[in-house]
């Protein structure tokens, strides 16, 4: 069964920091790894998807890779910015739905 | 292009009644999810169809039944609410699997 874990649960950083989320996955045999975003009390709105065959996806200032031995992904935040300030969470799947992990909550401080 | 609509945005109900919450999708996609967001807990699935005509358990399937209408639509019911079931509600669809998932607004419910 696919586990999907996000470390830290939390994170505060000055503005215009670059800045590094971690996802960690049990199952190396994911079909994709996507990344949300959730602001509070609204829905997800998805950033970035990685297909199985892919390393990395770029979108701005947003780049997301995807390791699949070792189980990881990470997606890079560029020169942080106030509005960035949001939840993020990453989730996986092979032949089964998204399971997602339960999110790091960036605060980024003007 | 709405993408995937969910009604009603916010609802109260008392311990023991019924409701369906509806959710729509206009991306011609073929699987549809239904996941329940609560604090500490993270996302669960509750239910999905991966096309149209089938439907499958979720992690939390217990106290809720689903109905894929069409391709469209995909519903969530709760036969005799819980306190419990006080949750924030999503929906969600995408093509199929490999595929960039997508989702609603969602629906807040309170259960008294």
């Known amino acids: 069964k696919q586990e999907v874990t996000q470390i830290p649960a939390a994170l505060s950083v000055p503005e215009g920091e670059n800045l590094v989320l971690n996802c960690s996955f049990t199952d190396s045999a994911i079909y994709n790894l996507q990344w949300f975003r959730q602001d509070p009390g609204k829905g997800l709105t998805s950033l970035l998807l990685i297909q199985s065959s892919q390393r990395e996806q770029t979108s701005g200032r947003l780049n997301a890779s995807l390791d699949k031995s070792s189980g990881r992904s990470t997606l890079y935040i560029a020169a942080s910015q106030p509005g960035d300030s949001a939840t993020y969470l990453c989730?996986?799947?092979?032949?089964?739905?998204?399971?997602f992990g339960k999110g790091t909550r960036l605060s980024v401080i003007a | 292009n709405a993408g995937v609509t969910q009604t009603p945005k916010f609802q109260v109900l008392k311990t023991g009644q019924s409701m369906t919450l509806q959710c729509a999708q206009d991306?011609?996609?073929?699987?549809m999810y239904w996941y329940r967001q609560d604090p500490g807990m993270g996302l669960r699935l509750i239910y999905y169809s991966a096309s149209e005509g089938t439907t499958d358990k979720g992690e939390v399937p217990n106290g809720y039944n689903v109905s894929r209408l069409n391709k469209r639509e995909f519903s969530l019911r709760l036969e005799s609410a819980a306190p419990s079931q006080t949750s924030v509600y999503f929906c969600?669809?995408?093509w199929g699997q490999g595929y960039e998932q997508y989702f609603g607004p969602g629906t807040r419910l309170t259960v008294t």
């Open positions: 969600a669809s995408r």
């Open positions: 991306m011609n996609h073929n699987s």
């Open positions: 989730a996986g799947s092979g032949n089964t739905p998204l399971v």
